[in-house]
């Protein structure tokens, strides 16, 4: 009996640990790159009005001047610092931005997860209020409200850009509850007496959070560059400072035709480096729902190799007999 040896290859999965695995889309540059870049104007929303140098409303008689050590982005028409309005707008941008998709995601949630899952007459209730609600435009709905109301707040215009757009969330959020209702985790909680709300929480709920987040980012983006418009066109407060109130007066006052390029540019990469940030993370976050998608947000799957040496017994083949005898030689052409 022979011993012979041979490699045995163990191939280990270095996958993140599970509790870890939720916000693996994180590992991904573009929503870190998109996360970033939101960190930076969240702060900037904060902390804008401590650290304006000068007041957005204060005049001087440094008249249109360019970037300089003193005003960074130069000064308008009337001697405001632009660097101040723009630090101070960032607050009214995210803060209808935010307060719009976070309004929009609950109104989708509450009627798009309740339709699909109740059916029935509730089910046509609820699609037929969101088709409605889907057909209604949100700008010339505002225009509108605002010719009747004296202070078009951020608060206002939040609430009118969220009750105009939270229909196409609650459509998508229908069609994947439909999915979801009939499985068999489903059933089986409603087999055990589950209530119906526990069932729609802890078993639909879960699985629907990255198509309710990627939902919500888009809100956040229709409804920042919906506040930007509504204040560029000057149907919104331009007594309240945000970047369309900027590009609003740099318009107004023909910034272009004086080249006063740097009245309305900062505000307008604020606006360009925004919309990046929030479409890089809907990127990341339709990478991790949607495999096909998957790169370095989770997909990948290092492997490593750890060779080692399992003796193995085994019997020698078997030697044939050597043939006996002379052998035969073949005749000669």
Same mark, same amino acid.
């Given at each position: ?21 939720? +916000? ?11 996360? +970033? ?57 995210? +803060? ?238």
């Amino acid at each position: 009996m022979s011993v012979t040896t041979t490699t045995d290859v163990v191939v280990t999965d270095a996958a993140p640990a599970a509790s870890r695995a939720r +916000l693996r889309f994180l590992r991904g540059g573009k929503t870190r790159t998109g996360l +970033l870049i939101l960190a930076f104007f969240v702060v900037l929303a904060v902390a804008g009005p401590w650290l304006a140098p000068y007041d957005p409303d204060a005049m001087s008689d440094q008249l249109l001047q360019p970037p300089s050590a003193e005003h960074w982005f130069g000064t308008t028409q009337t001697g405001q610092d632009v660097l101040s309005q723009i630090l101070v707008g960032t607050r009214g941008v995210l +803060l209808v931005g935010f307060l719009a998709g976070i309004l929009a995601t609950v109104l989708s949630v509450l009627i798009g997860v309740s339709a699909g899952f109740l059916g029935g007459a509730a089910d046509e209730l609820l699609s037929m209020l969101s088709n409605i609600f889907l057909v209604i435009p949100g700008l010339p709905l505002i225009i509108i409200i605002a010719s009747f109301v004296e202070d078009t707040g951020d608060l206002l215009i939040a609430s009118v850009i969220a009750l105009t757009s939270w229909a196409w969330g609650a459509r998508v959020l229908r069609a994947q509850t439909l999915s979801l209702r009939r499985r068999d985790y489903v059933e089986a909680a409603r087999a055990t007496g589950e209530s119906t709300w526990r069932i729609i929480l802890f078993e639909v709920m879960p699985n629907l959070t990255a198509v309710i987040a990627s939902g919500f980012v888009g809100t956040v983006i229709f409804a920042v560059l919906s506040e930007i418009t509504l204040a560029f066109i000057g149907v919104a407060d331009i007594s309240h400072w945000n970047w369309g109130t900027v590009l609003f007066w740099a318009q107004s006052n023909q910034a272009l035709a004086q080249g006063a390029w740097w009245w309305f540019v900062p505000a307008g990469l604020c606006i360009a480096l925004l919309g990046t940030a929030l479409s890089l993370i809907n990127f990341g976050i339709d990478e991790f729902v949607n495999p096909r998608l998957r790169t370095a947000t989770g997909a990948s799957r290092k492997v490593r190799m750890r060779v080692g040496f399992t003796p193995v017994a085994r019997t020698a083949p078997p030697v044939a007999p050597e043939p006996t005898g002379t052998p035969s030689k073949e005749p000669s052409a």
